[in-house]
């Protein structure tokens, strides 16, 4: 019997699953709002240099174009203003475009004005984040995904040593304390930090959600739920666009998003650990009592009291201790290498090119709050499409179809036109539907591609690739200042690599999920030639004997 079987006898997709991935899926509305969160808390409003003052007279009563110089579109320059007031160009012949040609500028030495409107309350108009300052708002974005980036690999080794409830339980309650503290940050210094901490924290929820939901449901029901859990980033999108509207304080925005963490933390304690995870670690008498607690919830008490110590044992092989680690152990056989940089390029092209669009809602020219619904509304066709495609054709057909896919549209728009504004918009929100399904199946794909042993350090892998994708891919933007289509090349081209990578990842569609680092080179097919070593175990394998 395998602990596929165990877990249908015990219920299948009952209502302990049911209940559990509910309470699993909630907290993923939110994640949405933090990663995306600074399109709008980060917003940069129009603005200008703070006129110098004038003798005898107010700056109000002064006109603009007097004091600062128009740009190619005739409107006040951002970065510069005149060193003296110019008022020869109150004269009626003055320069037609209203500019002061030759005469001196200078920095904005007095700060800034802003306009009112729907950014007239971010942290770019707090710490003034504009002009030489204005790759620090790029940089809090950065902190934010190295936090992401290193809690991916933290959070990935902990929990395979430490269990899942314990991690995630702690990690909703970091991210409650550290998004309050960011909304009270002081300074810009103390605001990035608490981001940092928040991003660590973020990466904890999702890889043990995403685990728990794994190592509780039954095979059938993983595409299913997996999509559940993607629906609910999805809708997180529309909660994120809805806050933003009614809150245009950053401050108030950044609060409101933060504090049900708190009410996670509290329900969480709750949440029973992975029975998969403590018979691999040597506790079955806990996993003993979380299994019959899964029966009598599901109403199979009976087949829960026949349940031993035991029984579990020998259903679960425990591997050795693994030599050199359960980072080690990614790429020390044939099998896990395949797999390890086939997960790193998949997950690492589906973020790059993710957040190249997703951060980016000012430069489409329309309203921002319009573009975040239709950007998050997209996601509801594409993981609705994965899903099928997941569960007909397989994970790796829908997984390399999805990125070569977004790389087409986004290779698409460098032959549009800029002036044909709504249909670069359509290609992009095409692209971004498309790597919205790639998240989709990459979640589901990854988990069934590593065995339980170090589930949680491949999927740690995996979102360790897809934060330096997200940190990377704010740089690769400045390569416009080169040519304006380079970016365009770059964030195409590394999905449709991945595509064709992809391709050589195993099928894992009906297959039940690998236990420990010997299935997975089974599966490979490597354990068939007695010269191959699989040193994370001293059994040989029935086809060595």
Same mark, same amino acid.
């Given at each position: 019997m395998t602990f596929v079987e165990l877990l249908a006898r015990l219920g299948g997709m009952g209502r302990f699953q049911m209940t559990y991935v509910a309470a699993l899926a909630i +907290? $993923?509305?939110? $994640?949405?709002?933090?990663?995306?969160l600074q399109n709008f808390t980060a917003g940069v409003p129009e603005h200008h240099c703070r006129p110098r003052p004038v003798a005898n007279d107010s700056v109000e009563d002064v006109p603009l174009f007097v004091s600062i110089p128009s740009d190619g579109h005739h409107r006040p320059q951002r970065c510069r203003r005149y060193v003296e007031p110019q008022w020869h160009l109150l004269e009626v012949n003055a320069t037609v475009n209203g500019t002061a040609n030759g005469a001196a500028t200078e920095p904005c030495h007095d700060g800034w004005t802003y306009h009112d409107g729907i950014f007239a309350h971010t942290i770019v108009t707090e710490w003034d984040l504009v002009c030489e300052s204005k790759k620090l708002r790029q940089v809090a974005q950065s902190i934010y995904m190295a936090g992401i980036l290193l809690g991916s690999g933290l959070f990935g080794v902990l929990s395979d040593k430490f269990g899942r409830r314990a991690l995630l339980t702690w990690c909703y309650l970091q991210l409650g304390v550290t998004g309050v503290g960011t909304a009270a940050a002081p300074t810009f210094i103390v605001y990035c930090l608490c981001r940092f901490l928040t991003g660590l924290a973020m990466a904890g929820v999702s890889l043990n959600s995403a685990s728990l939901c794994m190592e509780w449901i039954p095979t059938a029901a993983r595409a299913v739920v997996g999509t559940i859990n993607g629906y609910c980033y999805t809708l997180g999108q529309f909660v994120l666009a809805a806050a933003a509207f009614g809150l245009p304080h950053w401050r108030w925005l950044q609060l409101v998003v933060s504090l049900p963490f708190f009410i996670f933390f509290l329900y969480s304690w709750l949440f029973v650990e992975s029975a998969r995870w403590q018979v691999i670690s040597g506790r079955p008498d806990l996993a003993l009592k979380g299994l019959r607690k899964v029966a009598r919830v599901n109403g199979r008490k009976e087949e829960g009291d026949k349940l031993s110590e035991e029984a579990l044992r020998a259903l679960v092989r425990r591997e050795p201790p693994l030599p050199g680690g359960a980072l080690a152990a990614l790429v020390r056989t044939p099998g896990m290498r395949t797999v390890s940089c086939g997960v790193s390029f998949l997950w690492f092209s589906t973020s790059f090119a993710y957040y190249g669009l997703a951060m980016d809602l000012q430069g489409f020219g329309v309203d921002i709050y319009l573009s975040q619904l239709v950007f998050g509304a997209v996601d509801i066709p594409a993981k609705l499409a994965s899903v099928v495609a997941i569960s007909c054709v397989g994970r790796r057909v829908a997984q390399s179809g999805s990125l070569a896919l977004? #790389?087409?549209?986004? $290779?698409?728009n460098i032959i549009v036109p800029t002036e044909l504004q709504m249909l670069r918009m359509a290609f992009a929100v095409i692209g971004k539907g498309s790597l919205a399904a790639s998240f989709n199946c990459a979640y589901i794909f990854t988990g069934e591609l590593f065995p339980t042993v170090i589930r949680q350090t491949g999927m740690g892998l995996g979102g360790t690739m897809a934060r330096v994708g #997200?940190? @990377?891919a704010p740089l690769v933007r400045m390569a416009?200042? @080169? &040519?304006? @289509?380079?970016p365009l090349i770059i964030y195409g081209a590394a999905p449709i690599i991945s595509a064709i990578a992809t391709c050589f990842l195993p099928e894992t569609r009906n297959v039940p999920l690998p236990e420990t680092v010997k299935d997975v080179e089974k599966r490979a097919g490597h354990l068939k030639d007695e010269e191959v070593t699989v +040193?994370?175990?001293? &059994?040989?394998s029935k086809e060595g004997v």
């Open positions: +907290p $993923l509305l939110m $994640l949405a709002s933090h990663n995306l977004a #790389g087409i549209c986004i $290779l698409a #997200g940190m @990377v416009a200042d @080169v &040519t304006p @289509v380079l +040193p994370l175990s001293t &059994t040989k």
